[in-house]
């Protein structure tokens, strides 16, 4: 286990042992599950803080930035061919004919 985990348990384990501590405490005790709900939420915010970090360069970081560029470096086909292949006979149609001028087979 890394040295933040350990950490983040710790503080974790630190702030429940606190809260089931408190009630038997007496007019203390409200102070020391102050402390114990601060410990949990100051876990919970290293934990949301390691977790959203990102290392730049990681593989799957690397792996990301090098799939996006060469989705930028792709170039769509244009929407509008100049020319249809006949699938009945195989002519080279023009694709303003609605119909193949060989056989006459619809487009």
Not at 11 to 23: E, F, K, N, R, T
Not at 38 to 59: E, Q, T, V
Not at 100 to 105: L, S, T
């Amino acid at each position: 286990m890394t040295k933040s985990r350990t950490l983040i348990w710790g503080l974790a384990s630190i702030g429940v042992v606190h809260l089931m501590v408190a009630p038997f405490l007496g007019p203390i005790g409200s102070y020391v599950a102050v402390a114990g709900a601060m410990d949990l939420a100051g876990a919970g915010l290293f934990a949301w803080l390691l977790k959203s970090r990102k290392d730049p360069y990681s593989i799957s970081a690397l792996r990301d930035t090098i799939d996006r560029e060469e989705l930028d470096e792709y170039e769509e086909p244009s929407a509008v061919a100049s020319k249809f292949l006949c699938l009945r006979c195989g002519q080279e149609v023009d694709s303003r004919l609605g119909v193949c001028p060989r056989c006459g087979n619809p487009m």
